[in-house]
């Protein structure tokens, strides 16, 4: 995968990083703005599938969010904020779905990091197995 993405998807596009920050070619967990004043804004996103949708000691949710935060933190940042993109199949229960969220929320408030938007689409029944969360996480090194 890694050498399809080196050597198909990166070459695809020219402008892959901000000034001197980690971009698209570099094949981080995720890239970093510099602000010119020895910070950086680190983002970084993840799309999530799982099946089961629930296990032992956790859920798609929780998936999501846990490793959204640790893909900044690895790059040294302190995590800030997350945004979600929920796509959900038609007919996915709603009580699964709140359960869902409300792990996301738990782990968002333990670690004190803010959802500060998303997104929520259903597609028609068939056309996806459950539910797949996108999370696009932002952190700052200091």
Not at 64 to 72: F, L, Q, R, T, Y
């Amino acid at each position: 995968m890694l050498e399809f993405l080196e050597k198909k998807l990166a070459p695809t596009f020219s402008l892959t990083r901000v000034m001197n920050g980690l971009g698209l070619s570099d094949m981080e967990d995720g890239s970093t703005i510099p602000l010119g004043d020895e910070r950086e804004v680190v983002i970084s996103i993840d799309s999530y599938t799982v099946k089961p949708l629930f296990f032992p000691g956790g859920d798609i949710g929780k998936l999501a969010i846990c490793g959204s935060i640790n893909d900044v933190a690895v790059m040294g940042a302190i995590p800030l904020a997350i945004l979600d993109a929920i796509v959900v199949e038609e007919g996915f229960e709603v009580k699964k779905l709140q359960k869902i969220l409300e792990s996301m929320e738990k782990v968002l408030t333990e670690e004190k990091v803010a959802l500060i938007g998303g997104d929520l689409k259903v597609v028609p029944k068939g056309e996806l197995d459950g539910v797949v969360i996108t999370t696009a996480s932002i952190g700052i090194v200091e």
